[in-house]
């Protein structure tokens, strides 16, 4: 019996760390990016005048500040996720409320940025909310902009069913056994969270 339990200890060792709550998150977030990136060249294509010749880098220099804004604006879904990966139905619901906040938070301000750039020639700030909130305008605004600009409301749409299908995709039975070690995926979880809102190993954020 003694030498079983030696055996079973060693075994338990040498085990390959259970890294499959990991690879959930990074495809979530990969998810993200994959939209972030599609939205990007959709705002190149309808502003097409202010950006001629779009050369590559720009497309690759940008999704390195799309995972850096992601890694930020989904902090707080990351951590309900490291609390529980395998959530019961009333956390689940949770986290997924967490995810589809951030998710239509992010599309929102992007999808607003394909045509209110051509007005402002830069991308919306805080300022956008102080108009939005700054007297009755918007609200009698607002149905003529959704039918100006309603290929604006079908990006928003599509850029929410992908988010929704894709979190939908990795979603694993509740009540799934722990992983283990417990340490070791939430480490390497916490570690590329850091560095991607950092941006890099640079020594500047």
Not at 1 to 20: C, E, K, Q, W, Y
Not at 75 to 89: C, E, R, T
Not at 194 to 200: A, D, E, F, Q, S
Request: contains cysteine.
């Amino acid at each position: 019996m003694g030498i079983t339990r030696v055996i079973n200890a060693i075994a338990h060792l040498r085990a390959v760390p259970d890294l499959r709550p990991l690879r959930i998150l990074l495809i979530r977030l990969g998810i993200i990016a994959l939209v972030f990136t599609l939205q990007r060249f959709l705002f190149v294509l309808l502003n097409s005048s202010a950006f001629p010749d779009p050369p590559a880098s720009l497309f690759i220099g940008g999704i390195r500040f799309d995972l850096s804004a992601i890694a930020w604006l989904f902090l707080p879904w990351v951590v309900a996720f490291l609390v529980n990966p395998y959530p019961g139905p009333a956390f689940a619901k949770v986290q997924k409320g967490l995810f589809h906040l951030s998710s239509a938070v992010c599309f929102f301000l992007n999808c607003i940025d394909l045509e209110y750039y051509k007005f402002t020639l830069k991308r919306s700030t805080a300022d956008l909310f102080g108009i939005a909130t700054g007297g009755t305008d918007m609200a009698h605004l607002a149905p003529l902009f959704l039918v100006d600009y309603w290929y604006v409301v079908v990006a928003f749409l599509a850029s929410m069913a992908i988010a929704v299908l894709g979190y939908r995709w990795t979603v694993r039975p509740a009540g799934t056994e722990s992983s283990r070690p417990w340490w070791a995926w939430r480490s390497l979880a916490v570690a590329i969270i850091v560095l991607l809102g950092r941006g890099g190993l640079q020594y500047i954020p």
